[in-house]
């Protein structure tokens, strides 16, 4: 089964950074759009941020302007750099691929979800 695994999460000061990493593994063709989501206590999942294989990237509002997503094919990792974090930001960041475990197929996964913490 495909995994996917989050890390970097952590609590930070208003005005910090965090690197969140999310890594996948096991057997498939390859991954399609890889993104970032995260949900607050009482609110909704909200997406992030995504980016396409092509390299095309979506944002969230709320993030656009001090939070970059990245991927590295080769390591089958998606990355989001957070800069200039607020108290608001503070959510569990979960990791979404969607994932051809062959040509014709698509299917989709959640990585088990990071907490980011930010104080004032």
């Known amino acids: 089964q495909v995994q996917l695994v989050e890390s970097g999460g952590g609590l930070v000061q208003a005005g910090g950074s965090l690197r969140l990493s999310c890594a996948a593994s096991g057997s498939f063709f390859s991954i399609s759009v890889l993104g970032w989501y995260r949900q607050a206590p009482g609110k909704e999942r909200e997406l992030v941020a995504d980016?396409?294989?092509?390299?095309?990237?979506n944002y969230a509002d709320s993030v656009k302007g001090r939070s970059t997503i990245s991927r590295d094919d080769a390591k089958n990792t998606v990355y989001l750099q957070m800069n200039n974090l607020k108290p608001e930001d503070t959510a569990v960041y979960y990791c979404n691929a969607a994932i051809h475990p062959s040509i014709i197929t698509t299917r989709y996964y959640w990585g088990q979800g990071t907490q980011v913490t930010v104080s004032s």
């Open positions: 980016i396409t294989r092509a390299g095309n990237t």
